[in-house]
């Protein structure tokens, strides 16, 4: 079985690797090498250093729409095109050339989730279950019918890049499963998905991630979790402006009015919102490196601890 395997990000490489023991990659396409670090030296994507790693032959276009690359993709004779957190629309001439389609492997229970960030999404909505889709790509963004899907719980205090850890795994295991089940003559039977319950997961902005402390405590608690490790949420703290690493919300009753420092001790700074309190744990100064609540009031000696 030829697979053309297509990704970017380091969600996509279990992926990669998952289908490198299961059929022959004959090409692996990436994102171009982007500027990355203080240097803005170009830098490879994940993707591209596992595909160099293993030996397979890397093509990074800037789109696919060209008739030169649907014939360079043509040529390679591909019975099935797996794609991965890519970061590009494939056109419908795209997807027509394997045989066999193009799976995708998505990070959510589709329809919930749809679009670019359905990690992070689902945890800053609250939801308590998540999980990852196999699915037979069609023009519409992830509105394919699902091949396969595997779900799993969300920690409470799971953050966005622990989760999105867990799922990058859970998305080689189903991809595994169908390109085993495909390599048997079994195709995977495809399911279209319901018409309720559809989301779509918003690309993260760093403007999402200043906490608005008139907001209800848990809702600010979710976007801590969700926005870490990017884009990490920020707030002012008793005139400092502050990342916030971990917070849990508290179902405080008080009349103070958001943003006042309820108490401030070893177990956190408790912050006033809109709806009870958030007790920020973790957190970061500008130019520093995270540290406790604890150790952050070792340093702020106007803050006197008073829980």
């Not at 692996?28 to 030296?41: I, K, L």
């Not at 917070?247 to 956190?268: K, N, S, Y």
């Not at 973790?282 to 803050?303: E, M, S, W």
Request: hydrophobic share 45%; charged share 25%.
């Amino acid at each position: 079985m030829r697979i053309v395997f297509a990704g970017t990000p380091e969600f996509a490489v279990p992926s990669l690797r998952a289908a490198a023991g299961k059929a022959e990659i004959v090409a692996v396409y990436t994102q171009p090498d982007r500027p990355a670090g203080r240097g803005r030296a170009l830098a490879p994507s994940p993707v591209k250093r596992e595909a160099l790693a293993r030996g397979f032959e890397v093509r990074q276009p800037e789109r696919l729409r060209s008739a030169a690359e649907r014939e360079a993709l043509r040529a390679l004779r591909p019975d099935l095109m797996v794609v991965v957190a890519y970061g590009l629309l494939l056109p419908q001439a795209v997807l027509d050339i394997p045989p066999e389609g193009c799976w995708n492997v998505h990070a959510s229970l589709l329809p919930r989730w749809r679009g670019a960030a359905p990690v992070q999404r689902a945890i800053e909505a609250g939801d308590t279950e998540t999980g990852v889709c196999l699915m037979r790509m069609e023009k519409g963004l992830d509105t394919g019918p699902v091949l396969l899907s595997q779900s799993i719980a969300i920690g409470e205090q799971e953050t966005g890049g622990e989760l999105h850890d867990r799922l990058a795994e859970l998305g080689a295991q189903v991809l595994g499963d169908g390109l085993g089940l495909l390599r048997a003559g079994i195709r995977p039977v495809a399911r279209p998905q319901p018409e309720q319950g559809a989301t779509y997961a918003h690309k993260l902005d760093k403007a999402e991630a200043r906490l608005d402390w008139a907001q209800p405590a848990q809702a600010l608690a979710n976007r801590v979790r969700a926005f870490n490790p990017w884009p990490m949420a920020e707030a002012e703290v008793a005139g400092e402006r502050l990342r916030i690493h971990g917070a849990v919300a508290l179902p405080l009753r008080h009349d103070a009015a958001p943003g006042t420092i309820l108490a401030a001790g070893r177990q956190g700074i408790d912050i006033a919102c809109g709806e009870g309190a958030l007790r920020i744990r973790t957190l970061q100064r500008a130019g520093g490196k995270a540290i406790t609540a604890a150790d952050y009031l070792n340093a702020r000696r106007d803050l006197a601890p008073s829980g």
